[in-house]
């Protein structure tokens, strides 16, 4: 663990006084306590998007409970104490992992679930310490996938799967911390999405991250209606290996210095927009919590209308930002108008556009057929006759233009011949004899 995370605060105990009445002058001076040095949880002290992103505050209205956050991942380890109460139900879709989906599946990627989940509603120890999620009281809902070429099921067929899943076990939020690299998508997510969002789900995607390749943002991403999240530093700035840009973000959040549970319990430190969009989804719980009768689109609207600007982002949203920072205490308190739509696009109206358009109806002819004279019958074929023996058409179109020209020409030919010799004779005739 890093030495920044184990450092110690000193905090100064308060000092309750008891005792009868005594007469004023003899007040006795009162003994201040001794001061108390108690050691700030160094893991608690590293998560520092709970104050830079107002979580503390945003607890004074409600930590979530109630809620329920699907995390179609790798799977939720059930092994670490962070989760024992977290999780209310779960699946595989993958074919490799186990029917509750708390096996981590994978191999490269086994503890990204955890992660992911512990970012969203992990539970602290009972003394209080340890890492809390942003939403430590609301439900999950373990999904597990298999992101590799091991997987038993297609991966778009997973993904659609999970989200039909999660919606009818009711989730609230839907959190998809992972990309395609490409900006379309399988055809199959089309209804799966719809259906999350036609049952008012908030479904709030990763950007994807540059360091991994990344360099668009990508499906689920570029899906109209979900709510797209960038990542930025410790400064607020937008992160240039742990986020990709683009326009389809909407919001920003941590996405560089992260904490996570692993499967086996132990803390790791991580980046991505994968760990920005649970922090996002965690402040979804809270919202829908605070808010039970607002519809998704109106969450998504609150996150984005109470973002914290960045200096310097005049026009929203903006590719590296979105609309702002993600502020948990606004998005729960702030006074925020109601809108009647999704502020995220409607996937409905895409989809028949792209999709399904209808076809152009033909024009209906107002002129009838023209009618047309019959050809005249073919000739009848021509007996066969010997090749050896000339026919009609060879003499007439053949032998007798052969003759016309040829004849002619052998006489003049002849005529000229015969002149040169006689003049040759007279020459020869008029010469002198030597």
């Not at 209308?305 to 609309?323: H, S, W």
């Not at 948990?328 to 702030?334: D, L, S």
């Not at 007798?400 to 004849?407: G, K, N, Q, S």
């Amino acid at each position: 663990m890093p030495s920044s995370i184990a450092a110690l605060a000193v905090i100064a105990a308060s000092v309750l006084l008891t005792g009868a009445a005594t007469p004023p002058a003899e007040t006795p001076t009162p003994t201040p306590s001794p001061t108390v040095e108690k050691p700030i949880d160094p893991i608690r002290a590293a998560e520092y998007w709970l104050d830079g992103a107002r979580v503390h505050d945003a607890w004074k209205t409600t930590r979530g409970e109630g809620v329920k956050i699907a995390v179609i991942d790798t799977g939720i380890a059930q092994g670490p104490p962070a989760f024992r109460d977290a999780v209310s139900g779960g699946t595989d879709v993958s074919g490799t992992g186990t029917e509750d989906g708390r096996t981590p599946v994978g191999t490269i990627d086994i503890n990204h679930g955890s992660w992911v989940a512990s970012l969203a509603a992990a539970r602290p120890e009972a003394d209080g310490t340890g890492m809390i999620g942003v939403a430590p009281e609301a439900e999950l809902l373990s999904i597990s996938v298999n992101f590799g070429a091991s997987a038993a099921v297609p991966f778009t067929e997973q993904i659609a799967n999970a989200m039909r899943w999660a919606v009818d076990h009711g989730a609230d939020v839907i959190n998809l911390s992972f990309t395609t690299n490409t900006l379309d998508w399988d055809g199959s997510w089309d209804d799966a999405f719809l259906y999350a969002f036609e049952h008012d789900v908030v479904v709030v995607v990763a950007a994807g991250n540059r360091g991994s390749g990344t360099s668009i943002v990508g499906a689920p991403a570029t899906i109209p209606g979900v709510l797209t999240v960038g990542g930025v530093n410790q400064h607020g700035e937008a992160s240039v290996e742990a986020s990709t840009q683009g326009i389809t973000i909407g919001i920003s959040a941590p996405s560089e210095g992260l904490l996570g549970i692993s499967a086996d319990g132990r803390m790791a430190e991580w980046d991505g927009t994968s760990g920005a969009a649970p922090i996002v989804a965690g402040v979804a719980a809270l919202v829908r919590a605070a808010h039970p009768d607002l519809s998704a689109g109106n969450v998504i609207n609150r996150i984005l209308k109470t973002a914290i600007p960045v200096e310097g982002v005049d026009r929203v949203p903006d590719p590296l930002y979105g609309y702002g920072l993600i502020d948990a205490n606004a998005a729960v308190t702030a006074p925020v108008a109601s809108v009647d739509a999704d502020p995220a696009a409607d996937l409905e109206e895409w989809i028949r556009v792209f999709r399904r358009a209808e076809t152009v109806p033909q024009p209906t002819p107002t002129i009838g057929p023209v009618a047309v004279d019959p050809l005249p019958a073919a000739d009848p074929p021509s007996e066969a006759g010997s090749p050896l023996l000339p026919s009609a058409q060879t003499l007439l179109y053949g032998t007798l233009p052969l003759i016309m020209f040829t004849v002619p020409g052998i006489l003049v030919a002849l005529g000229v011949t015969a002149a040169a010799r006689r003049i040759r004779s007279a020459r020869a005739q008029r010469t002198p004899a030597p």
